[in-house]
């Protein structure tokens, strides 16, 4: 099956940093989705990128289909961008997603 | 929407008991996702519904486990005999079938001891 890395796996950040997180995956894919797992549990969908660039807010992600990688920038962090991010893709839409094992973040004041 | 509704939040258990955990989709939300997600790894899939069809499974879903979606609306995950490593999260999602977007709820922490 289709495989997802992510790197760093860990990263620490002073607030007001910016950071890039890097998803490669292994096959061509219809979807990619990043998600943002709060301490709580939850995944908030980031982006849905499956190639291209998007922005919203501090927040951009670029997908680069041909070379099976996405990349996510946060800028200027603050304390509550703290989190496991994930990359998660899918061969065919409506199939379950893969996820990656995800970069832990931790934004310190 | 209210996004998609899973209980309990947390589920303590003895080793060999049964355990069961509902979700509840997004309204119109025709494909439901279960996942499990132990400590420090990304989710991994359990299975899916379209409507009320179970339409994949994963080699994670060993015979102890049981999912359903009766009336296509809200789906129950069932663990029979928990063992200690069941222990983990175990996470809900629902899409609209077409939709690129899969969303998650806030997912059920099993801990059996």
């Known amino acids: 099956g289709i495989q997802v890395e992510q790197s760093p796996p860990d990263l620490i950040l002073q607030e007001g940093a910016n950071s890039t997180l890097r998803c490669n995956f292994s096959?061509?894919?219809?979807?990619l989705q990043w998600f943002h797992q709060n301490p709580w549990g939850q995944l908030i969908n980031l982006f849905y990128?499956?190639?291209g660039t998007k922005q919203n807010g501090r927040l951009s992600a670029t997908t680069v289909a041909t070379e099976r990688y996405s990349l996510l920038y946060i800028s200027s962090s603050q304390t509550t961008d703290s989190g496991v991010y994930f990359c998660?893709?899918?061969?065919?839409?409506?199939?379950?997603?893969?996820f990656g094992p995800g970069t832990r973040l931790s934004v310190l004041p | 929407d209210t996004g998609v509704s899973q209980d309990p939040r947390h589920k303590i258990t003895k080793r060999g008991q049964n355990v069961t955990f509902r979700c509840d989709p997004i309204s119109e939300h025709n494909r439901l996702y279960w996942y499990r997600q132990t400590l420090g790894q990304g989710p991994e899939f359990l299975t899916y519904?379209?409507?009320?069809?179970?339409?994949?499974k994963s080699r994670l879903l060993s015979d102890r486990f049981s999912a359903e979606r009766p009336k296509g609306s809200f789906s129950t995950l069932e663990i029979q005999r928990t063992e200690q490593g069941d222990s983990a999260m175990y996470l809900c999602?629902?899409?609209?079938?077409?939709?690129?977007?899969?969303?998650f709820g806030q997912g059920t922490r099993l801990t059996v001891v």
């Open positions: 998660a893709v899918e061969r065919n839409y409506g199939q379950n997603f893969v």
């Open positions: 999602a629902s899409r609209r079938q077409g939709s690129t977007e899969a969303f």
């Open positions: 990128i499956p190639s």
């Open positions: 519904f379209q409507n009320e069809a179970q339409l994949e």
């Open positions: 096959d061509s894919v219809n979807n």
